[in-house]
């Protein structure tokens, strides 16, 4: 949100010698207005503009009873005053725009990367524009340390971490968990997709799904530039899809203090895999008031989304990997389906208490209506292939807040920049269910099967009753110590966590558990700049999950587990050069597992799964009208102290040794206006069983696009082409969770920008 005021010295027919005496003053004007805007730092916005705006009034002043003589033009002398950066402006992108200097990272608010004691890349919406990215799957596919999957039996998208998986519930929105849209996200209504790689109960709380070990993703919503904007996008599939995408701001006011932001997108059609359709529709209006001491955002998404005959995940029973059918063979039904409505509305406030200290508060709710039919086949022994039918009726209703302040003193030598947040996030969970009959399929010649009528249900479809209910409440408090001219940061915090759970009966609504256990998370972190441009940093910081109950086989039955902790250590260095950005880190995650005792019978968090792991990245634009995203993973990821030690030593499921991404664009020299874009994915071998017996292969994809932008009638005009799995490769793209997810077969976008 960069805005620039501007004050033009008019021009006026004067003398020779008054336009001496002219050009005189018009640079004692420039020269005044340049100590005002480099004053801002430490006044107002206002002031700031102000200033500039008065030492232009004098010399425009002056040169007018010097033009009362005269005709001589001169050249337009224009004065700029950039607005002040404000606490809820978002960080700059690196040149190019795909990558971001800075992100959003939990209670420690805006921050640039480089001063961060943690590995934090943020991508931009130009990236999600340019490479028609249409959900959140599609986005974080730029980074070589997140790969992504199926949800556990329908189409929804879950994300990996450093090994570990993110739930798409546990995906935060503008700070917030809990709100974000599930199951499916859309990429139109975003400005920034901020992934934090690590541990992260400290900065962010823990999340209400459970997952969020090895790293979370935050999504930026997009609010009005200073910039008006009109901009319409049509967009097609070659395998048929169409849509439709509107996007307008505008900033209204004395001092364009008013903001209003309207994303609105329509697509649907047939996908590249053989009878599936996905139909998405998506309103998001934002606004906003940007004062000098008060700034108000509000936020209201509705999201809807339909997928129809839906390629399902795959499980095995036997003791063999399938080969993975042809890219675009659907193993699926027709019947089969999910219906997602997601309606979510929030509003955050800041408050400049005095030039250094800022208070702050957020809310955010979201209803969710879900309802599907799921079918997924499970390859059992020499192939034989059989499906179940699962009806569901889910309905949640979420509802988050957080208050905070931020502030900055000293204390003789050392800076200090403290934060303290209290949070909670409070989620009720309905749902109905039913079987249908088993019935024999095949991955490679999938016969239509007629829906099996339902055998058992759980619930009232038509009005679910409630079977969860979680409360997530935690305060935290952090210092940020700064030495030497602020070149060494420490920064030292501690948050303590709250997490109550309870579970109702299906259709009785009978309380069946109960889980409320507390736990305190430390986090130290300390950044050294070698150069402005160059640091080093380390961290320990921990993540924390619900701990189980145990089963009633075990000898203590019913037992509640205190909350699972992850403990991490990392260090890194960071280098950014304006232009382009480079990191390395190295860390160690060590995660409990718990497990039923195979001697003793006693469950307990006895289990360990250790991922240590070295991550390369680079992003920016080294040359200009070169680009480059990308980089290299390697996690050695291992079980210990396992049950009976039978696994102790083995890769855990799903976690692949190596991953690699390169993503290249080129603008040509030759053709103006036209970009060339090349990315291959890489994905090393992982294994579907923790007995390491059943191994994944391990693929390459390579997708490609191109665009070129040019004006019709003086309007700016993107074209754009993304190809993804170029090859048509057909493959088990992952295993985590115990079950397999093929990849997407070939699929190409073609859209049309428009400027009005």
Not at 102 to 116: N, S, T
Not at 138 to 165: C, H, L, M, Q
Not at 322 to 330: C, E, F, H, R, V
Not at 664 to 676: A, C, K, N, R
Request: hydrophobic share 35%.
């Amino acid at each position: 949100m960069n805005r620039s005021r501007r004050s033009r010295l008019p021009v006026q027919r004067v003398s020779l010698l008054a336009a001496a005496a002219r050009h005189v003053l018009s640079l004692t004007a420039v020269s005044l207005a340049g100590v005002a805007i480099n004053a801002r730092a430490d006044d107002s916005a206002a002031a700031a503009s102000a200033s500039a705006a008065s030492s232009a009034s004098t010399a425009s002043a002056a040169a007018q009873n010097a033009a009362s003589n005269d005709g001589t033009v001169l050249p337009t002398v224009n004065v700029e005053a950039a607005r002040q950066a404000l606490p809820g402006d978002l960080s700059p992108a690196y040149a190019g725009g795909q990558v971001a200097t800075g992100a959003q990272v939990g209670i420690l608010g805006q921050q640039k990367v480089i001063d961060l004691p943690f590995s934090v890349t943020s991508y931009t919406s130009k990236l999600i524009e340019d490479q028609q990215a249409h959900t959140l799957a599609d986005v974080v596919a730029n980074d070589p340390a997140v790969r992504s999957a199926y949800g556990y039996g329908n189409f929804s998208e879950n994300y990996i971490i450093r090994g570990f998986e993110v739930y798409s519930d546990d995906v935060a929105l503008n700070g917030l968990y809990g709100i974000t849209p599930r199951q499916l996200v859309a990429t139109e209504a975003l400005e920034r997709v901020d992934i934090f790689k690590g541990a992260n109960a400290f900065v962010n709380g823990v999340a209400p799904g459970g997952s969020g070990v090895g790293g979370n993703i935050n999504l930026e919503t997009k609010y009005a530039a200073d910039k008006p904007l009109t901009r319409v996008t049509l967009e097609g599939s070659a395998s048929g899809e169409l849509g439709t995408h509107v996007d307008v701001g505008r900033r209204f006011g004395d001092n364009d203090q008013f903001g209003i932001r309207v994303n609105q997108t329509v697509e649907g059609g047939e996908t590249s895999i053989d009878g599936e359709k996905r139909h998405t529709q998506q309103t998001a209006i934002a606004l906003d008031y940007r004062g000098n001491k008060f700034r108000v955002f509000g936020d209201f998404i509705y999201q809807k989304q339909h997928v129809s005959g839906g390629r399902p995940v795959v499980y095995v029973t036997g003791d063999s990997i399938p080969t993975a059918p042809s890219a675009t063979s659907n193993y699926g039904q027709s019947w089969s389906y999910t219906s997602l409505e997601d309606t979510v509305g929030m509003i955050r406030a800041e408050y400049d208490l005095s030039p250094t200290w800022t208070a702050y508060v957020s809310g955010g709710v979201r209803h969710s209506d879900e309802h599907g039919d799921y079918a997924s086949p499970s390859y059992g022994t020499d192939g034989a292939t059989t499906a179940y039918r699962m009806g569901t009726a889910y309905k949640q209703d979420a509802q988050s807040g957080e208050v905070g302040l931020r502030g900055k003193f000293d204390t003789g030598p050392v800076s200090h920049a403290v934060n303290i947040a209290a949070l909670v996030n409070r989620v009720e969970s309905k749902s109905a269910y039913d079987f249908g009959a088993t019935y024999s399929t095949s991955l490679y010649n999938t016969q239509a099967a007629a829906r099996p009528a339902g055998y058992y249900s759980a619930g009232d479809f038509d009005n679910p009753g409630v079977v969860s209910e979680s409360l997530m409440r935690s305060v935290a408090l952090s210092d940020t110590m700064g030495f030497f001219g602020n070149r060494f940061l420490f920064t030292a915090g501690v948050r303590h966590q709250n997490i109550l759970e309870n579970g109702y009966a299906y259709g009785t609504g009978v309380q069946s558990t109960a889980y409320n256990e507390s736990a305190t998370t430390p986090i130290f972190g300390a950044v050294y700049k070698i150069l402005p441009n160059l640091s080093v940093y380390a961290n320990r910081s921990e993540s924390l999950t619900e701990g189980g109950t145990a089963p009633s086989t075990a000898a203590n039955a019913n037992a509640i587990l205190a909350p699972y902790r992850a403990k991490q250590l990392e260090a890194g260095i960071k280098y950014d050069a304006n232009n382009y950005g480079a990191a390395l880190a190295v860390y160690q995650i060590k995660q409990q597992v718990a497990y039923t005792d195979a001697t003793t019978m006693i469950y307990g968090a006895d289990g360990i799964q250790r991922h240590r792991g070295v991550e390369l990245s680079a992003y920016g634009e080294p040359m200009k009208g070169l680009r480059l995203i990308g980089g290299v993973s390697f996690i050695d990821a291992r079980l210990e102290d396992t049950n009976s030690g039978t696994e102790d030593g083995n890769h855990p499921i799903g976690v692949p040794a190596w991953t690699a991404n390169a993503n290249v664009e080129y603008d040509l020299p030759q053709l103006q206006g036209v970009t060339l874009m090349a990315r291959a994915i890489y994905t090393s071998k992982q294994y579907l069983d923790e007995a390491n017996t059943m191994p994944v292969a391990a693929w390459t994809r390579f997708d490609v696009g191109a665009r070129y932008k040019t004006q019709i009638a003086k309007h700016d005009t993107v074209f754009r082409l993304m190809v993804t799995n170029v090859a048509n490769r057909s493959y088990w793209s992952s295993a985590l969770g115990g079950y397999l997810t093929e990849a997407a077969p070939r699929t190409a976008w073609l859209s049309l920008t428009t400027d009005f």
